[in-house]
């Protein structure tokens, strides 16, 4: 069977046949989900059932996985996952719904903020897969925005304004910006700030896009309030309706996202449900910008 890619929104997100991800693939059939991925941005995969390691090996076929530490605040000791998936559920390491307090739960609901992933990474990531094992049937969609389109709509001047613009990214802003602030010494100093350009250029479609993520606290060389206004403006402009895709889960969905060409987030849901969803990141191949020393 071939592969198919059909398109969900009049610019990015398309639904691919034609791939069983727990199979070893072909050279031919990784070109054309990396080709999908570099038009849509975001492709969805139904009815796919892997294993933990499955979903290492078909993600491998994209790149060197990200490993998870300083990804998060749950301790060794507290995972339910090994350290190459993400643990994007709500869930303790019994498989019990975390309490409404849970520090660990408080930490994950960042992902109800648009961001990118790994943004506060010096490297940051390329690709996400996320894999729905247990969903919710009301709420808990995925909403993609597209970058591309975002950063297209600028008018000149403001292209022209931010072409150079470098910004610091941390866990510290998008949790601060929750209200989340309770860390230990220890979980600080895992959260220093990178930089990040504001606009970057797709290696291979050389299509700009805007590099926004709510883990933004600041421009460099800007007063940070002036820098926050003003990226909390781009983020407005960029999440508008006609730029974004809501991802309606069903059980057994895979959905893979260009974490250099999007944003994200998750909706609202009763977390008094299980939502199991397990996220294996492929890593990025470089700095977007010199580091601060
Ligand atoms: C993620 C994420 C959104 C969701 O996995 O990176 O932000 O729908 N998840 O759980
Ligand atoms: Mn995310």
Redesign the pocket.
């Known amino acids: 069977m071939s592969i198919s890619i059909r398109q969900l929104t009049p610019i990015f997100a398309g639904e691919v046949s034609g791939v069983d991800i727990t199979r070893p693939l072909s050279k031919g059939e990784v070109a054309a989900i990396e080709a999908g991925m570099d038009r849509c941005a975001v492709l969805v995969f139904h009815d796919q059932k892997p294993t933990d390691p499955q979903q290492q090996m078909f993600s491998r076929n994209f790149g060197e996985l990200e490993h998870t530490a300083g990804a998060n605040i749950t301790k060794a000791q507290d995972r339910r996952l090994d350290p190459y998936m993400?643990d994007?559920s709500n869930l303790d390491k019994d498989h019990k719904p975390l309490a409404r307090d849970a520090r660990t739960r408080m930490f994950n609901l960042g992902?109800r903020l648009w961001?990118s992933?790994s943004s506060y990474r010096a490297v940051p990531a390329k690709y996400?897969l996320?894999s729905g094992r247990t969903v919710v049937d009301k709420g808990?969609?995925?909403q993609f925005a597209d970058m591309r389109a975002a950063y297209d709509a600028l008018d000149d001047a403001t292209k022209a304004e931010i072409e150079d613009l470098v910004c610091e990214h941390s866990l510290l802003y998008s949790r601060g910006a929750l209200g989340f602030t309770e860390l230990t010494a220890e979980e600080r100093s895992m959260m220093q700030p990178v930089r990040q350009n504001l606009v970057r250029t797709h290696p291979v479609t050389g299509r700009k896009s805007l590099s926004l993520s709510s883990h933004i606290g600041t421009i460099v060389g800007w007063p940070m309030p002036e820098a926050r206004a003003f990226i909390r403006d781009l983020a407005e402009h960029a999440t508008q309706a006609q730029f974004t895709y809501a991802h309606t889960w069903r059980q057994w969905d895979l959905v893979m996202w260009d974490n250099r060409q999007l944003m994200?987030?998750?909706t609202r849901f009763d977390e008094t449900q299980v939502?199991d969803?397990r996220?294996t990141t492929v890593a990025g191949d470089g700095l977007t910008v010199a580091q601060a020393a």
Do not use: E, I, Y
């Open positions: 993400a994007v992902n961001h992933d996400s996320l808990g969609q995925t994200h987030r998750v939502r969803m996220r």
